[in-house]
Structures are given as structure tokens and as C-alpha cells.
């Protein structure tokens, strides 16, 4: 763990990476309490422009609400939304993948043909019909988002697991007459975790996006705030008020890119062999 | 080569019809019965004509049989009616489709040069300020949302240098012709391909790169140069034709990608393409030209996909010489 760390810290992108991350998570957790402004409440007149008032540091919108609460609101949804659709993405692809591995034959075959056909439909329009299908909301925007990411969990850990299964310290085991779950569980994925904590961070950047591009066409959660819709709403009056779209995308940007520079840092990290391609 | 492509035509068709049975139970899905919503949607809701409906769509039927009459529609290219724009989905889908043919490929032909020119380059100058440069610039583009690079190319070409038109396919009542309205849509198609373009440019930039590396440390290389062949063969000719092989598969991964941003980009620019078209199905809850659009661009992303499997067969060296 230690040496983890420090090889962590060792590379650049990694550092800023985490830095960029615990500022994002600070600002969602502490944020509010600080700047206690609703997002959605009218605190100033509209199209107040940036750095005129040091209450309302970013201006207002078009109905006169606070650009910047908007923003700190909104990396609540953003993280929220980008870890729990990673988390069920996993809990969906990692027992998919590490059965196709372990059984090999006609299971791996079936489990593969389904990631596959899964893999093959164009992800952000299935995301776009589900969530207007179930109706916009946080639990419909996270469901469709782990739904369309989780064939890569499935084939990297199949693959991890189809080269781990031949070693010896598992052939032990399966002669020790261990039952597969328990083999699964406590022999293989823990050794193949390091490359799928790499995937999951650059997979809550890519859902990150996804969920802002769904509440940019207007699928967001209704009651929630998020980067997206702040984009969408500002969109029409991008010609007189240019700081409504431009704060919340450098926002979106900013995490994206935290949590990238993080993957390349754990990727450097856990496995020095595995190139970049990994994605 | 020949069984090689009846198989992989038989697969896509396979992976079509199980999207095509997807597409009816997520109709199923959908709020509402659909026989009063499509009664509703077309100004009338008595009893009757509920009933007539029903009759009509088979929605009266048992389960299976609806799904037979459905995939029997589609596959006769009937996606269904949407009486929102009261015409075939089908016919609306076919009007849009060549202005997203248009931006999509152009997209991807903006960004595939660049990116393995971007790539090429930074690999070239390994650890140089060029390649630090070239690294900084793809990881800032691959994490910019598609949307706000749009808008951002709006505010910045459009409103403060108004160097480029914001929105359109051409410019309305100009009705120019020939070479004049050629110019015309390619003004309006620069920032819509170029915004779709550089996610893409990025990743690809960053693919070509990482691979060249690695396949220049190869043996082959080595011979290569031991044989006295010029520096710029050898890149021309045994790395560059070998570390395109991963950018030829990531390119076909992505077809999926690319459809979904032509939906943001169309958004954005007001381009009337099907993405576009999808939105407005979106807006409107129109639920047949909704799940009519994603059959269709589950459809391109497969024909897409074969493509690139047959572009892998070409420029892989090593399945040339086996065959």
C-alpha cells in the first residue's frame, strides 16, 4: 500500500489528478454550507455579469439565479452520478466476466455474445431512449449509464481471469476441492483487481460526461441541478450572456480531466506493463 | 476473404434482429398504452377509434405475434408512423440521413488524419516539448463535453470573430446553386465536423502515438534498420502500417461514439440530420421515431463495424502474408 503511494505520487498526472478530485469532492461535500444560495432561487437580477458582485462571484442566469451555487450544486450530481453508475457497472460486469473466464467453453460463449451485443449498440442513444422511456431521474440517468458501461468490465476481467486461472496457486486450490465462488471470489479477483480499478476511474469520467450530455438534451433529474442543464439552459442566450455556458463546462472539463490524469497515475502505478491503450 | 465476410454479414444481421426485438419491448415500455397515446397524438380519443387502433397495430393480439407483425415492419423498412410529423418514420429518417452521412464521415476523416499526423509527430519527437505539447492538448480535447466545445466554437467564430454561420445546413432563401451552394454547406459544415472531429482527433492522436512507440522498440524495426533502409521508410513502411492496427479497431469501436455525437452536434448547430431528428422525437415524446432513429444507428454502427474489420484485413501485414 505504501509502495502504492508512493509510486502514485511519483508521476505527475497522478498528483494533479488527485488534487484536481479532492478539490471537486470538497466542493460538493462542503460547499453548500459555505455559499448557502439555492441554485434554483432568484438572488439577483438576471444576466448580472461575473466578478461584479462578490456575493454572487460568477453572476446569474437568465432568471437571476447564482451561477456559481449552480456549479457547487451541481458537482454533487456530477460525482454522485459518475461513482454510482461506475460501482453498478462493476457489480454488473465483474461476475459476467470472471464466470466467462473461469467456465470457459459454451458459458464464455453466451456471456461473450451478450457483452458483445451490448458493446455493439451505440451506447449514447441507448442511454438517451432509456432514460426518456423510464422517465428522467437520478435512478433512470444511473441505471441507463451502468447499463451502456459495463461490456469493457466484463471483457477485461474475462481476460484477466482466463490468464489467471492456469496458474498454479489456482490449480492448488481447484485440487484442494475448493468451491468455485470461493475460488472466484478469494483466489482470482483479488489478483485482478489492479486493472479494473484503472478502467473504473476512467469509467467515472466517461459517465460523468454521459450524464452531462444527457441533462444538456434536457434528460436530467428534474429536481437536481447539474452542469448539463446549466449549459442547456444558457445555450439560447449564449450571445448576450457568455458566462452561463462557458463556468459549468469548465467545471465538467476540470473533473474530466482530474479523474483521466488519475487513471494514467493508477495505470502507472498498479501496472508499469500495461500500455495506455487500456480503454 | 470471401467466407470471411458472408460470416460477418450474417452476424451483423443476427445482432440487427436481436436489436430490432430489444427496440419492441423498450415500445412496450414506453408510458401509456399506445393505442390511446397514438389516439391522442392524432387529435382523437374515443372509444372507437382506440379500438380501431388496436386492430390496426395489432396491438390487440398476443405478445409474440406483435413482436412477428413488428420485426416483419422492419425488415420491409416499416418503422412505424409518427403522428407527430405525421409521416413514416422511415420516410422522415431517409430525408435526414445524407446530412448525418455527411457531417459523420467528414468527421471522422478530420479526425483520423489529424490524429495519426498529431500522433505520428509526438511519437517522432518523443519527450520533447513538441510531444509534451501534442500529450497536454489531446488530454485537455478528450475531456472537453461535445456540447460545450460546440458552444464554445459558437461564441468564439461565430458571435465575436462571425467568421463562420452558427447554425443550418446552408444559408435559408440564398437558394444558390452548383460550386456557390458547394461552398455554402461546407461553410456550415466546418464547426459542427470540426466540433465532432477532435474528441476523435484527441483519442487517435494518443492511440497512433502510444503504438508507435511500442512497435518501434520491435525486432523487426531492428532488422529493418540493420538492413540500411532510410529513416523515413522505415517509418512510412514497418512502424506507422503497424501501429495503425490498434487505431483501425479503436476507430471501429467508436463508429458508436461518433452516431452519439452527431445527436449533441446536430443539436447544437440546428444541422438536419437524424440526430437531430432524434432530438426533436425526444422533445416531442415521440416515442416510434425515437426508437425508429435507434434502429437505424445501431444499423450504421454495424455496417460501420464491418468496414473496419475489412480495413483491418487490408492493412494488417501479417494476415496478408498468411493468406
Redesign the interface.
Known sequence: MKQFWKSMLRSPSGVIGLVILILAIAAALFGPLLFPNSPWRMVQRPFLPPFTLSAVPLGTDALGRDVFAGMIFGARVSLLVGLVSTLVALVVGMPIGAMAGYFGGKVDDALMRFTEFFQTIPSFALAIVLVAILQPSIYSIVASIALVSWPPVARLVRGEVLSLRTREYVQAAIVTGQSNTWIILREILPNALSPVIVLASLMVATAILLESSLSFLGLGDPNLISWGYMVGAGRTVIRQAWWITVFPGVAILISVLGLNLIGEGLNDALNPRLSREGR | MLSFLAQRVLKGVI?LL??VV?NFF?IR???GDPAVVMAGEAGASDQVFVKQLREKFGLDKPLPEQLFIYVKGVVTLDLGFSFRQQAPVAKLIGERLPATLLLTLTAFAISLALGILFGTFAARFAGTFLDTAITVFA??F???????VA??G??LFS?TMEWLPSFGYETVGANLTGLAHAVDVAKHLIMPAMTLGLFFMATYT??TR??ML?VKRLDFVKTARAKGLSDAVIQRRHVLRNALL?VVT?AG?H???L???A??TE??FAWPGIGRL??DA??Q?D?NL??G??VI??AM??IF?LITDLVYRLVDPRIEFAS
Open positions: 445482432v436481436a436489436i430489444l423498450l415500455l414506453a408510458p488530454l485537455i478528450y475531456a472537453m463535453p461535445l456540447f460545450w458552444l464554445m459558437i461564441l458571435v494518443r492511440m502510444a503504438s511500442e490498434p479503436l469501436v463508429s458508436g461514439t452516431i452519439g455525437g445527436v449533441i443539436t447544437v432524434m432530438y425526444l422533445l415524446r416515442y425515437l426508437l432513429v435507434f444507428c445501431s454502427v454495424l463495424n
